[in-house]
């Protein structure tokens, strides 16, 4: 199995990410946003960071760029797609995923350890989970606060789009302690929260985030 | 070559911590008066020849604002 | 139209008056520069000697006591020694490590987002140029007194500007210092470290050698940054109109680093550079200066190729920008091609601007005339060096007389409990989440420890579980009271952090932040601390492998607590066997390392309690100090600790406390007849770790001859000493954690507090 890690400038957990790749188990491979090639890969993670400065709008300006046509075509018709942090940014500015993420209501970047609750087990990223379990991941952004209109979130809610809450504490004043979100079909998720940083006990606070990055492993098998 | 000016607001529905922190400096400050902050986002755009409504306004609300959260207001030079 | 102050116009006017004084250069500094070139200076060449010669450039009242770290016995971990951006040092398996602190205070007082986010930029860059992938950043920072209202101004920005920056350059930060002392009112200390690892072969040095070869601007265009010390000059540019008044903030963007990084560690991995600096203070100046000076002598530039963000800058300003986020290369000419493609590829400026030359001058054309023309050694290496007159302050027989063992102390065990939870709740020994949680620790995945560990430690290898460990340590209290003694318990703290976490410690750098060189009083405690420094190092057998100077610390006539800060580096064979510093479980023995006398001079204690800083401050045994480190080491190994932690600023009361609430584990402990003196003494070379096996830490410790005091138990949800009142510990907590945010606002909270110079981060 191959996974695809875009990186675009500014990106910055791309080597993050990719070590998670490879530690549930499958080929990580080195995507270039500049490129037009995603490489043979089965699934693709668009990594934390700060593209571009953050400058115009977090993710903005990387959400134009060559590589994520390719992406977001693939993605479309069902390739896996996970967003982290920087990454989940560019999937709602691409249109992939809904809503928006803006400066955290307190104004300061936040660094923290995060309990998280997983309210849907059946995408493409979280099947490895059951449904309600809480999950240590570290959580870190300056602009994480997820919002869309009231009536947006309704619809979100109602159709089970929410894919995971912070629990304990809302690090940013997120709507609806909404930590990440996925598309209809399940196949693209963005989260803000780092389940990278949490995928070996010597560096992180759990491995609980390595459950992300095997889900997708039976996801495209059973696909 | 023109001057294009574009600004980008939240939408009313959208709290704006940035703007309340503001607004919060200046009730501190001893103007009271001010009831409201929005912060947003001013945009100088030169442009060669006449510009085309029609490409700025594509401009403004596919790049330079996220139509998800934010409106934007196109100031085209009169004449 | 402008006429420019040519060699050939210089030449012609001899008498011309020089705004030098203006310009930081004494009569005797302007006249040796005349002496250099055979006439007057132009005033691009002026520009380029005053700010060379300044104090922050040159060290010209430093280098005569500096020398004597470079006369320590030569270490055979260090590859590259003191003298280059930075020292580089062997930590095996074909690893070298280089790393560095320097300040930037005054800056940071200005514009405290900037100054702050320019310095980490600034060291960081200081890491790239020796061709070491940067891996992790630290702070020590001081401030006044933390209930000051410019303390409020000031700290927020800083904090927000160290974190902006390295967080958007994808580096962890892995601990560091927050201290606040009234003397750093109006002069607060931002000093940033950068840690970066390279393979042996990797090692790029500065310097401009191959007649032939291109110099190579890269980054960031050039504007008017930082050069408002030279405006000065505008008048001098026959300009009738003159250039806007220039702004002295540098303003930084990390998107534009982060691309430099990665461009530059590809042109290093594709072996396209012959040398490398990096653009810091006095800008273009002082890189070719330098390039120049450390190769072979020639360099011509040609100023008119300098991308340009303002195009009203004269010749002299663009040698003088402060611009951020750029660097300088020699590349040779069959690869300017391939440099220019990897530029391009992370859309980085890259522009030839000139070449090295045969000879031994550096000169700068300007739209086809000579403005410069000098000998570059004589500006970069070979500027005024002062042995300046040392004085031993008139107050310190008084201030040390003044002991505080004649103090009142907490009696009864309410008393003693209540010592200890306001010695916690201070400002220095207060929870520091608030700043820690700005900072991105877990980036990159291998931060192994970081604050509130004693020590940051860092993976630097996958497959081996090879790393290094850091602590920064610079209290400037000891060293107010005894500079020499001072600076060598900050060298011993720092060296005990990085042998708590289990790593050994291998090499030293510095950043010695003082008042003004021109006061006697000032510069002999600067003597003093490099002279205990040195001395120390010589004893623990670690070279010093770089530093950094900072003086004029102060407002008015009062200077600064002499603050030598020093940074000790480690090498952890296998950071699977790393030691925390917390309390996990219950049941597990405490012991206290090390021994514990009546030392309170200048201990946190006396400062929370009496605002009192007299006496002596502890004595230093650096013998000990090796001995403990050996026994943390050894203990480490066995892997049958569970947790050590350091005992410094706040003796033993707070380093329980911090062991307790890191994972909310509190003990059961008897200290002996004198609890107040256990707990407040700040005796050096002591540490308290946990153990399942209190025999074999015994034996361990006999073997080391470091003696060994059980003190009782870990377990249940309060620290309950004898003859102490109990503390809960939801109740210390409480206090411990609700310091800084009183202070500076709960974040949930803080709508209607926006950090001065805050720029929004995601």
Wanted: hydrophobic share 40%; glycine share 12%; net charge negative.
């Amino acid at each position: 199995m191959r996974i695809g890690v875009v990186t675009f400038p500014g990106s910055l957990d791309d080597v993050d990410a990719a070590r998670a790749v490879r530690l549930a188990g499958a080929e990580a491979v080195a995507l270039w946003h500049a490129d037009h090639d995603l490489r043979g890969v089965d699934a693709v993670v668009l990594p934390g960071g700060f593209s571009y400065g953050d400058y115009l709008r977090a993710g903005a300006i990387a959400a134009r760029a060559p590589m994520m046509a390719d992406v977001v075509d693939r993605a479309r018709r069902g390739m896996p797609v996970l967003g982290i942090c920087n990454g989940f940014q560019v999937l709602c500015e691409a249109g992939l995923l809904p809503g928006a993420l803006t400066r955290n209501g307190h104004l300061h970047f936040r660094n923290r350890d995060q309990a998280l609750r997983v309210e849907r087990a059946d995408t493409a990223w979280t099947n490895a989970y059951e449904p309600g379990q809480e999950v240590v991941v570290p959580v870190k952004n300056g602009e994480g606060r997820y919002v869309a209109a009231p009536a947006d979130l309704d619809r979100l809610e109602g159709e089970g789009l929410v894919a995971v809450r912070y629990a304990g504490g809302n690090p940013n004043g997120s709507l609806r302690d909404i930590a990440g979100v996925s598309s209809a079909d399940g196949r693209v998720v963005g989260l803000m929260p780092h389940p990278e940083h949490a995928v070996e006990d010597l560096t992180g606070p759990s491995t609980d985030g390595l459950g992300f990055f095997t889900s997708v492993l039976t996801a495209v098998v059973a696909a | 070559m023109s001057r294009v000016v574009v600004d980008v607001v939240l939408k009313p529905e959208i709290s704006d911590p940035q703007g309340q922190a503001v607004l919060g400096a200046l009730g501190r400050l001893g103007h009271d008066s001010v009831r409201s902050v929005r912060q947003g986002k001013h945009f100088v755009l030169e442009v060669d020849g006449t510009p085309d409504e029609a490409e700025l306004r594509e401009i403004a609300e596919t790049l330079l604002a996220n139509p998800v959260i934010e409106d934007v207001e196109l100031h085209l030079p009169r004449g | 139209m402008s006429t420019v102050d040519t060699v050939a116009h210089a030449r012609a006017t001899p008498d011309v008056e020089q705004p030098y004084g203006e310009l930081g250069l004494r009569s005797d500094e302007y006249h040796r520069i005349r002496d250099i070139l055979g006439r007057r200076p132009t005033t691009a060449e002026l520009a380029m000697y005053s700010v060379m010669w300044s104090e922050h450039c040159s060290y010209k009242s430093s280098k005569v006591h500096l020398r004597r770290f470079g006369d320590l016995p030569r270490s055979e971990a260090l590859l590259v020694g003191i003298g280059e951006n930075a020292g580089v040092v062997d930590v095996g398996d074909g690893y070298a490590v280089t790393f560095k602190v320097e300040s930037h205070n005054h800056p940071s007082y200005v514009e405290p987002y900037q100054g702050a986010a320019t310095g980490v930029g600034g060291i960081v860059r200081d890491i790239l140029t020796m061709g070491a992938r940067p891996v992790a950043v630290m702070d020590s920072l001081r401030f006044g007194r933390a209930d000051a209202p410019d303390t409020a101004r000031v700290l927020p920005g800083v904090v927000a500007g160290v974190g902006g920056y390295g967080n958007c350059l994808g580096l962890p930060n892995i601990g560091g210092e927050l201290l606040f002392d009234e003397c750093y009112a109006g002069n607060p200390l931002v000093n940033a470290l950068c840690v970066g690892v390279m393979r042996h072969e990797d090692v790029h040095l500065a310097r401009a050698e191959g007649a032939g070869n291109t110099v190579v601007l890269f980054g960031a265009r050039t504007g008017g940054d930082g050069i408002g010390g030279v405006s000065v000059l505008a008048s001098e540019t026959f300009d009738e109109h003159g250039p806007a008044k220039r702004p002295s903030v540098q303003v930084g963007d990390p998107f534009t680093e982060k691309l430099l990084i990665e461009a530059c560690l590809e042109l290093f991995a594709q072996d396209l550079v012959t040398g490398i600096q990096d653009l810091g203070g006095a800008g273009l100046s002082c890189a070719t200066s330098e390039l120049a000076s450390a190769g072979t002598g020639g360099m011509h530039v040609d100023l008119d190729r300098v991308p340009l963000r303002d195009p009203t800058l004269t010749p002299a300003e663009i040698l003088m920008s402060e611009s951020q986020e750029r660097m300088c290369a020699i590349v040779e000419p069959g690869k300017v091609e391939a440099f220019l493609a990897v530029c391009a590829r992370w859309d980085v400026l890259a522009t030839v601007v000139g070449e090295v030359t045969d000879g031994d001058r550096l000169t700068v054309d300007w739209h086809g005339q000579r403005i410069v023309d000098v000998p570059p050694r004589t500006v970069a290496h070979e500027g005024p060096v002062y042995d300046r007159p040392m004085r031993r302050p008139a107050d310190l027989d008084d201030l040390q007389a003044d002991d505080p063992a004649a103090l009142p102390r907490p009696e009864t065990p309410e008393q003693l409990a209540a010592h200890w939870l306001a010695v916690v709740a201070s400002p220095d020994g207060a929870d520091k989440t608030w700043v820690t949680e700005q900072y991105d620790r877990y980036v990159r995945g291998n931060t192994v420890l970081a604050h509130p560990d004693d020590a940051g430690l860092v993976r630097i290898d996958e497959d081996s579980s090879r790393g290094i460990a850091l602590a920064l340590d610079g209290n400037g209290r000891y060293a107010r009271l005894d500079p020499y003694a001072g600076t060598q318990l900050n060298l011993a703290e720092a060296y005990r952090n990085v042998a708590v976490s289990g790593a050994w410690p291998l090499a030293v750098t510095n950043c010695l932040n003082f008042g003004s060189p021109e006061e006697p009083e000032v510069m002999w405690q600067f003597a003093e601390a490099v002279r205990g420094l040195a001395d120390g190092c010589r004893e623990l057998g670690l070279p010093v492998t770089g530093g950094n100077v900072s003086l004029y610390n102060q407002t008015g006539d009062v200077a600064i607590n002499p603050t030598p800060v020093v940074g000790v580096l480690g090498v952890h064979d296998d950071v699977r066997r790393r030691v925390p510093t917390g309390w996990r479980a219950a049941g597990e023995t405490v012991l206290l390392l090390g021994v514990t006398r009546p030392e309170l001079g200048g201990s946190a204690w006396a400062s929370v309690a009496h605002g009192h800083l007299g006496g002596r401050p502890p004595a230093v045994d650096l013998a000990a100090e090796r001995s403990l480190g050996e026994l943390l080491a050894a203990l480490g190994r066995e892997g049958v600790v569970t947790s050590a932690h350091d005992l410094a600023d706040g003796g033993l009361a707070q380093a329980l406390a911090e062991s307790a609430l890191r994972y909310g584990t509190g003990a059961t402990l008897a200290l002996g007849e004198d609890p107040f003196t256990a707990l407040f003494s700040e005796s050096a070379a002591r540490a308290v770790v946990t153990t399942t096996d209190p025999e074999a830490v015994r034996v361990t410790a006999e073997w080391a001859g470091v003696p060994v005091t059980e003190l009782g138990t870990t377990g249940g949800d309060r620290l309950a000493v004898e003859g102490v009142a109990e503390l809960p510990l939801a109740e210390l907590r409480a206090a411990w954690s609700a310091t800084l945010p009183a202070l500076f606002g709960t974040p949930e909270a803080t709508v209607g507090s926006v950090p001065a110079g805050t720029v929004p981060t995601s």
